[in-house]
């Protein structure tokens, strides 16, 4: 009966969101864990804003970020918040990634997704999720990163246990979905979590996957 409702849960927000252009697009798996660590309890719009300072300050290539001064990454990301912790990862990591991997993560491509997602865990200031991200976004492997609106969403449409750590959700959610959709349960749970099943005061009444919810706030 879950298998059911999840299928009919993404068909219905098929229908109601678009998948980003971006999303498919080639993307730089450096840059990206930069970008993930920047947007760690932060809003999306301070991640995009202190990776663009970051960016005009230096090349975003671990070569360039390792040898940077962590008082010069602190100015560029200060908007990001955490920042003084965000830095000291950032350089920290960098320096990491040029020593262990030559300055490169196109390791990613050819380890098995295991052994990739515990090899990029190692490193510091990286968890699952940003794991997660990384490998689905920038070498397309079959895993669902698990976001706080993914693991709200997921948990309210009963698609995951209430008590469920990052694991356990991360784990129904793939048993319920093919691969090829990891993807777009990600980036469409994340826009139904944005815009209706918000964390206070969800707006249950218009929510497009209402009669597929068994939490809904709304008579029937």
Not at 6 to 28: E, G
């Amino acid at each position: 009966m879950t298998e059911r409702r999840a299928t009919q849960i993404l068909h219905v927000l098929r229908s109601n969101f678009s998948i980003p252009r971006w999303a498919d697009a080639p993307k730089d798996p450096f840059q990206v864990l930069i970008t993930t660590v920047l947007s760690q309890a932060t809003a999306d719009r301070n991640t995009e804003r202190a990776f663009r300072k970051l960016s005009r300050r230096f090349p975003i290539t671990p070569k360039d970020l390792a040898g940077a001064r962590v008082e010069e990454i602190e100015e560029a990301i200060r908007v990001a918040g955490l920042y003084r912790n965000k830095s000291k990862v950032i350089k920290e990591l960098s320096r990491l990634i040029l020593e262990k991997f030559g300055g490169s993560l196109d390791f990613i491509h050819s380890l098995p997704l295991e052994e990739a997602r515990k090899t990029l865990i190692r490193l510091p200031g990286v968890g699952p999720k940003t794991a997660d991200v990384v490998l689905i976004f920038c070498a397309g492997k079959p895993t669902l990163p698990i976001d706080t609106h993914v693991n709200r969403v997921s948990k309210r449409l009963e698609l995951a246990p209430p008590k469920a750590d990052y694991e356990g959700v991360r784990e129904a959610l793939q048993s319920l979905y093919s691969p090829k959709d990891y993807l777009p349960v990600h980036l469409l749970l994340i826009s139904l979590g944005r815009r209706y099943c918000k964390a206070r005061n969800p707006f249950c009444k218009s929510c497009p996957v209402n009669m597929l919810c068994p939490s809904r706030q709304v008579e029937d």
